[in-house]
């Protein structure tokens, strides 16, 4: 049997599905395709909230696993919408990586190094807001693109092709904001200034992870459900599941559906495990930088009943403290 793997066709798609392609076949013993599947995100222009929110990442490639052109569909676990899809479940949760956002800035200029009015760019409301509270003399630019298209906008950073100021499109920038995960599976972490702390920036739900997606028919049984297959691909599922990183993501994911928070909704989330405890920390800002609301629990319960219990928890003291006030929580 060949497992067919959904995949979006950007370079970072590519190289993170390739990588767990790769690990799906070694404990499993079958080969792997690739299926490349289109998505609005990869065609629509404009902002993540014009083209329809997170789910434009994932519907294409959810349709195809529905359809039965693939077996199974990998995601940046951030752009899964946190509702259910019918029919598909989440079978593995591969273990995560590097949680944080990083500055790429000209010079490698950190951030308390950059100038007033420099200009740094980013396509997240999340980022935006954080960089605001941190730096309010700074210009924020919204961008799109790709990794490279977006880092090709600061001048001077390693493995830039271009040097040309083009406003809009290359070099025109101060610096650009974007996630350690993405920048490491591509191998551009030269192009790293800084390290953004959480303290400074927290990432947003499943920043870091993986989601890999199959017919419910086909995953792993989950804890209290008769649903799923004991079959070679659901093994192999298996083996790839981390159960810290269900854990963290699944409190983070609870923390956004009790929010109602659309992707557009400047929400920061982080949650991990230490020793016998999980920990969950999450922010929600003004867009404009001018007011947030931060706060942090833990539990004791290790299962994803105690991790979404964690979530709700912390969503409603974030609510209780006004979080509805001062960000459009339903932005999308």
């Keep these: 049997m060949t497992v067919r793997i ?8 590519l190289t993170q599905t390739q990588q767990t392609a790769d690990q799906l076949a070694a404990v499993g013993g079958f080969p ?5 599947i289109r998505t609005d995100g990869d065609v629509l222009t404009g902002s993540l909230s014009q083209m329809g929110g997170t789910g434009v990442f994932v519907a294409a490639l959810r349709d195809a696993l529905l359809r039965n052109e693939c077996d199974v569909a990998i995601h940046s676990l951030k752009d899964l919408p946190t509702g259910a899809a019918v029919g ?4 593995a949760t591969p273990r995560r990586v590097d949680v944080r956002d990083v500055l790429c800035a000209r010079d490698g200029l950190k951030l308390a190094d950059l100038p007033a009015g420099a200009r740094v760019g980013t396509g997240s409301p999340r980022r935006a807001a954080q960089l605001r509270t941190a730096r309010p003399d700074l210009e924020i630019v919204d961008i799109r693109g790709n990794v490279d298209t977006r880092l090709g906008r600061v001048p001077g950073l390693p493995g830039n092709t271009v ?4 406003p809009g499109k ?3 920038l101060d610096a650009v904001v974007l996630a350690a995960a993405g920048l490491e599976r591509i191998s551009r972490l030269d192009t790293v200034s800084e390290f953004l702390e959480t303290d400074v920036m927290l990432p947003a739900a499943g920043q870091g992870a ?4 199959c017919r419910t028919s086909d995953a792993p049984p989950r804890p209290g459900s008769a649903e799923g297959s004991k079959e070679v691909l659901a093994q192999a599922l298996a083996a790839l599941d981390d159960p810290d990183t269900r854990l963290a993501v699944t409190a983070e994911r609870a923390l956004l559906a009790r929010l109602e928070a659309g992707c557009a ?3 920061g989330a982080y949650a991990y495990r230490k020793g016998s405890l999980l920990h969950l920390e999450a ?12 706060d942090k629990r833990a539990t004791d319960g290790l299962t994803e009943v105690g991790a979404t219990l964690l979530g709700i928890e912390l969503a409603e003291a974030l609510l209780a403290a006004g979080a509805a006030d001062i960000a459009d929580l339903q932005a999308s």
């Design 6 to 13: 959904g995949t979006r066709a950007s370079k970072l798609a």
């Design 32 to 36: 792997v395709e690739l299926v490349h």
């Design 88 to 91: 598909l479940s989440l079978a």
């Design 163 to 166: 040097s040309d100021v083009v």
């Design 170 to 172: 290359s070099c025109d």
């Design 210 to 213: 993986l989601a890999i997606e």
């Design 265 to 267: 909704a400047p929400v």
């Design 283 to 294: 922010a929600v800002c003004a867009v404009d930088g001018t007011a947030s609301v931060r």
